[in-house]
T-cell receptor, first 116, second 108 residues
Framework: NAGVTQTPKFRVLKTGQSMTLLCAQD?????MYWYRQDPGMGLRLIHY???????AKGEVPDGYNVSRLKKQNFLLGLESAAPSQTSVYFC???????????????FGPGTRLTVL | EDQVTQSPEALRLQEGESSSLNCSYT??????LFWYRQDPGKGPEFLFT???AGEEKEKERLKATLTKKESFLHITAPKPEDSATYLC?????????FGTGTRLTVIP
């Protein structure tokens, strides 16, 4: 199993450009998440999905959009990139059913994005 | 306000020198506390989940404990390969909060 994979690994954008980050998981997990990690700050949740066709806002959703058209894929889009979006982006997935106790998340290797 | 605080920010240990990392939390309705390990340039890797005060979990040289206010990650006789950033995350009633981590360096 590949687990959680992310594409691309690195990207440099100019202010105003757009891009899409792709996350894929092969563990048949229901939940998927997008985080950003900045120096001196904990991982912050951008958006998440509790199942195919559903998405929800996290702690820092502004400037990002997401889609979950297939259970195994979760896409993060930046429509008009800003320097403040320079960060390392992590995708994660977890198995979660109803009111079950929360399960651990499995993280991808990350995408390092620089916006000039 | 829900929050997670990890201490110390950085810790340097000699190989074999045991120590503990702290994760203090304030959260409404604790549903679970997680410990992750993160190596430079990689994503966090799951270590432990603790669900209730008094619970303990062990894995090799690591032992995680949980009280109503904090969790400790005890490292016994660490080796250089234990060098990493250790992240704590707390699942409350509505959200999951990550701490900023403790960067551990084990010197041979």
């Amino acid at each position: 199993n590949a687990g959680v994979t992310q594409t691309p690994k690195f990207r440099v954008l100019k202010t105003g450009q757009s891009m899409t980050l792709l996350c894929a998981q092969d563990m048949n997990h229901e939940y998927m998440y997008w985080y950003r990690q900045d120096p001196g700050m904990g991982l912050r949740l951008i958006h998440y999905s509790v199942g195919e066709g559903t998405t929800a806002k996290g702690e820092v959703p502004d400037g990002y959009n997401v889609s979950r058209l297939k259970k195994q894929n979760f896409l993060l889009g930046l429509e008009s990139a800003a320097p403040s979006q320079t960060s390392v982006y992590f995708c994660a997935s977890s198995y979660q059913r109803g009111l079950a106790l929360p399960n651990e998340q499995f993280f991808g290797p990350g995408t390092r994005l620089t916006v000039l | 306000e829900d929050q997670v605080t990890q201490s110390p920010e950085a810790l340097r240990l000699q190989e074999g020198e045991s120590s503990s990392l702290n994760c203090s939390y304030t959260v409404s309705g604790l549903r679970g506390l997680f410990w992750y390990r993160q190596d430079p340039g990689k994503g966090p890797e799951f270590l432990f989940t603790l669900y209730s005060a008094g619970e303990e979990k062990e894995k090799e040289r690591l032992k995680a404990t949980l009280t109503k206010k904090e969790s400790f990650l005890h490292i016994t006789a660490p080796k250089p390969e234990d060098s990493a950033t250790y992240l704590c995350a707390v699942q409350g009633a509505n959200n999951l909060f990550f701490g900023t981590g403790t960067r551990l360096t084990v010197i041979p």
